[in-house]
């Protein structure tokens, strides 16, 4: 096969791509195309082409877009390699929704997509949707359009004034950034992109800036090899430096042990189950690794903090020594800092030594989880570490507070409706229908995705996952919208999956563009919409601590049925009022090859019924000074 060469012409230009892009899905991969002769591994192209060829040496593959006109050449570029079945591309309508399918299908698939935009707005609403796979370590390309190089006058959307580079200097205090103003550099651009988005530890978003004119500029002999594949390598178990014995000894002396597990400790459920036995230590789970153990290990208290749980905030606030195991300690999950007011020493096994030093009084172990668990277990061991025959006092009295947290969820899923005011009649509560959908969820082997709100705060109170990977829930940045954009992933992953979001009415209708790029796209999941006519987790916070409820629901009823039946594809299905009538919406819609979206009007009110209330203290609001002088009376 001859390429066209040095094309000089917008159809010789054409041309070149198209016979590269033929050339490559022809031999299944770039290396082989190269090895087979018909591609050669120097070539002239363009920045744009340069960058698509970059992206997919690492893998990229799936390109999440609103295009505008500061990304039309790369545009072009896509369209060519899209039609070769190397790419796929999916024209959305919003880039929140782009940013938040591409984060879900990293998180559940492990699947890379890059986002695409024009320059400006679009850009900026990318990035601010972005804050939710910075926060929970989910590595995610931005291929934003950016002013020209040339600064011949303003460009329409950059940021206004007169100086250099504003979006750089902008997006940079997101996370890294590359602006491509000389076309040769992209080479460090993409092995900088590649170290973030797949850093094994701590990966998250990178954003490569698009100056508008760089991109169709012409780069003559490109060597192919330049552009770069190969993720960093995992850090390892911690270094010993005596610290495992340190550790061991801290775990002799203790009498009653927590151990926190953070996302960081989502692949060491194995080594987490031997370490409990062994430390005879009670668990609590962050929402990020909701079955990382099974809920019903007789070990974990599941989640604990300011929206906790009666045996978690239990095992947080009476134990003696805190292992934290991956965790960042988000101010919600260790009641800002006062979490853990009896603890004498932490142990904190972290690959970011920040974080492992967040605590005073602390033996920091900076290394992966599973195998600095596995050097600490047999440290342990060979100190003379034993299984516990019969259950110790601290386990049973964890045990305790695990059954008392058991009974107090019965008592609400005994009583899932409630008489409510708006709706005039009973309505299920979001304890009753949360949990029928997660028990369907489950049974049915679907995927769920929590949006923000009162429906994530109560969710991971409430589900029972029995493994990891069962339910998402984005409680890092807790963007609205996250959930029902995050159905997305399920039409173009390569790793097909039935999704279920569970939303509220605030969070859906800040991304409603769901209902037609769902159905443009093949998705296959189910929006639940649970609608309170309102906002009541921030609703039931003013309560709490002002005694009053201001702006937080309104008064203008919407039919939803009707919104997702004006799309067409989309099965509208009334939830109904009850647990049997909403699990028979929900098996409808897993019946229908296609996106549903079951309407279910919940509770607001008052009755402690409605809701799965609050355990523990967080420097928000008038309770700030209290829990402030907590923090610096315990002073860990």
């Known amino acids: 096969m001859t390429l066209t060469a040095s094309p000089t012409t917008p159809d010789e230009v054409a041309r070149a791509r198209t016979e590269r892009a033929n050339a490559i899905a022809a031999s299944g991969a770039i290396e082989q195309a190269i090895e087979s002769g018909t ?82 707005p679009g850009a900026l609403q990318a990035l601010a949707a972005s804050m939710a796979p910075a926060s929970d370590g989910l590595g995610v390309w931005y291929l934003f359009g950016d002013e020209t190089t040339e600064d011949e006058g303003p460009n329409m959307q950059q940021i206004p004034g007169h100086e250099q580079h504003g979006f750089l200097r902008m997006i940079s205090a997101m996370g890294r950034t590359y602006t491509l103003h000389t076309p040769m550099a992209l080479p460090t651009a993409l092995r900088r992109g590649l170290n973030t988005v797949d850093h ?26 330049e552009l770069p594949t190969g993720a960093p390598p995992p850090l390892g178990a911690a270094a010993d430096h005596g610290s495992y014995a340190e550790a061991a000894e801290a775990i002799e002396n203790a009498g009653r042990i927590v151990v926190k597990i953070g996302g960081g400790a989502r692949s060491s459920g194995p080594e ?39 045996s978690g905030n239990y095992a947080m606030e009476n ?34 030594s920040e974080t492992a030093t967040h605590y005073g009084k602390t033996t920091a172990l900076v290394g992966d989880a599973g195998p600095t668990l596995r050097l600490l277990i047999d440290t342990m061991k060979q100190r003379g570490a034993r299984l516990q025959e019969s259950p110790s006092d601290w386990m049973t009295r964890c045990a305790a507070q695990r059954r008392a947290w058991d009974d107090f969820k019965a ?24 949990k029928a959908a997660a028990d369907w969820s489950r049974e049915n082997d679907a995927v769920n995705f929590f949006d923000a709100g009162d429906v994530q705060a109560n969710g991971f109170q409430i589900v029972e996952d029995d493994r990891l990977g069962r339910t998402f829930t984005e409680t890092g940045a807790s963007y609205m919208g996250w959930a029902v954009s995050s159905l997305l992933a399920t039409g173009v992953t390569s790793e097909p999956f039935y999704g279920l979001a569970f939303t509220g009415d605030g969070s859906f209708t800040m991304s409603p563009q769901i209902l037609i790029d769902g159905v443009q796209h093949g998705v296959r999941g189910c929006i639940l919409l649970l609608n309170n006519r309102g906002m009541r987790a921030i609703a039931g916070l003013q309560y709490d601590q002002y005694g009053n409820e201001f702006a937080t629901t309104d008064s203008v009823a919407v039919d939803y049925l009707a919104w997702a039946n004006a799309v067409a594809g989309v099965q509208a299905i009334d939830g109904g009022r009850s647990t049997d009538s909403l699990k028979a919406a929900l098996d409808k819609a897993r019946a229908y090859d296609g996106l549903s979206l079951v309407h279910v009007p919940v509770y607001s009110g008052a009755d402690e019924l409605g809701g799965m209330g609050v355990f523990g203290r967080w420097n928000v609001g008038n309770w700030g000074d209290a829990t402030q002088a907590m923090r610096h009376d315990i002073g860990l």
């Open 39 to 120: 591609l050669p591994n120097r070539i002239d192209t363009t920045l744009s082409e340069a960058i698509v060829l970059g992206l997919l040496r690492q893998d990229v593959r799936t390109f999440l877009c609103v295009l505008g006109h500061g990304s039309t050449e790369l545009a072009e570029v896509l369209r060519i390699y899209h039609n070769a079945g190397l790419v796929r591309v999916c024209n959305l309508r919003s880039e929140i929704e782009a940013s938040h399918a591409a984060a879900a299908l990293r998180w559940v698939t492990g699947e890379k997509a890059a986002v695409v935009t024009s320059i400006g």
């Open 411 to 434: 008592l609400r899923y005994n009583t899932p409706a409630l008489y409510d005011e708006v709706w005039k009649d009973k309505v299920l509560t979001q304890p009753g229908a949360i």
């Open 200 to 225: 094994p530890h701590r990966a998250g978003p990178f954003y490569l800036l698009m100056p508008m004119n760089t991109q169709a500029s012409q780069i003559d002999d490109l060597n192919i090899d």
């Open 319 to 352: 134990a003696d020594l805190l292992m934290a195991v991956g965790s960042r300690f988000v101010c919600q999950a260790d009641c800002s800092r006062t979490g853990y007011p009896q603890a004498q020493h932490v142990i904190n096994i972290n690959t970011d």
């Open 272 to 310: 987490l189950e031997e370490f409990l036995e062994l430390a005879d230590a009670a668990a609590v789970t962050s929402p990020l690794v909701s079955g990382v153990l099974p809920y019903n290990h007789p070990r974990n208290m599941t989640v604990g903090g300011s929206k906790g749980s009666i």
